[in-house]
């Protein structure tokens, strides 16, 4: 053969394999990228529970799942799993540890799939949050809670989420979404006695979204009408005397009292 046949010949081979499928079951074999859900976050708290799982594609039949978590240079977590999600409980990760998930996978097809994701286990900012108290919340008066640390000029994109039930029934009327914000305000008389709601605080700081516990608050219907003043458990129409308050202490009261003086 001359130089020129030879040619020829090379390209009718390379039609016959195209055609045959070879070289696509050749590309068969190449890791492609899939979409890991939750694994978009760099840093996460030690309370909270990660869980990763593959949302694209969808027709995997096969799944492995490598993580490998160190603080400092001792290993703390090393596991493989074969399964579709890969979930880390909470407070198993302490602060200052690094994790690396691999995850490899493939199809019917036989087509192969793989993915990378590291995060770290941070501490999350210390939250405060203004207007909390253990005593019941009065539906006759408005309540405002605020997070006043971290402050808003350190935040990003803060939500509030507000749940309120009654006797374990979860109900629609004080229910709230507030975005952008991070105080809330319970008015007066949308509540009704004995409601509970829970209001939690999330945002995001230094690239760590945030979510604050839960705090309740207990609602309940103030024990006296209004003009009325409550001392000791009683409603009085008008401020008494020393005299008075002394006729009805209770000796819970009297021992408080004479320590308070022996105090003085």
Do not use: M
């Amino acid at each position: 053969f001359n130089t020129l046949n030879l040619l020829k010949l090379l390209t009718i081979l390379t039609t016959l394999l195209v055609q045959q499928g070879l070289s696509q079951r050749f590309l068969e074999g190449t890791p492609l990228p899939v979409t890991i859900g939750g694994g978009d976050k760099l840093k996460y708290s030690p309370h909270e529970p990660i869980t990763l799982t593959i949302t694209n594609p969808t027709t995997l039949t096969q799944f492995l799942w490598k993580a490998k978590c160190l603080q400092g240079t001792t290993v703390v977590l090393e596991k493989s799993i074969p399964e579709k999600a890969l979930f880390i409980g909470a407070f198993t990760l302490q602060p200052t540890t690094a994790c690396t998930i691999d995850f490899s996978g493939s199809d019917a097809a036989g087509q192969t799939y793989a993915k990378q994701v590291q995060f770290s286990i941070v501490l999350p900012p210390q939250i405060k949050v203004s207007g909390l108290h253990p005593e019941p919340y009065l539906i006759n008066q408005d309540h405002t809670l605020t997070l006043t640390d971290p402050t808003k000029d350190t935040i990003t994109s803060p939500k509030i989420e507000v749940t309120c039930f009654n006797a374990g029934i979860k109900l629609t009327r004080g229910q709230a979404t507030v975005l952008d914000s991070v105080s809330h305000t319970f008015v007066k008389d949308t509540l009704q006695d004995k409601d509970l709601c829970q209001i939690t605080f999330s945002f995001t700081k230094d690239g760590q979204l945030v979510n604050s516990p839960p705090f309740k608050l207990q609602f309940a219907q103030p024990l006296c009408a209004p003009g009325q003043f409550e001392i000791s458990g009683l409603c009085i129409d008008k401020p008494v005397s020393y005299t008075h308050l002394r006729a009805h202490e209770t000796p819970e009261h009297l021992v408080c009292r004479l320590l308070l003086e022996k105090k003085k």
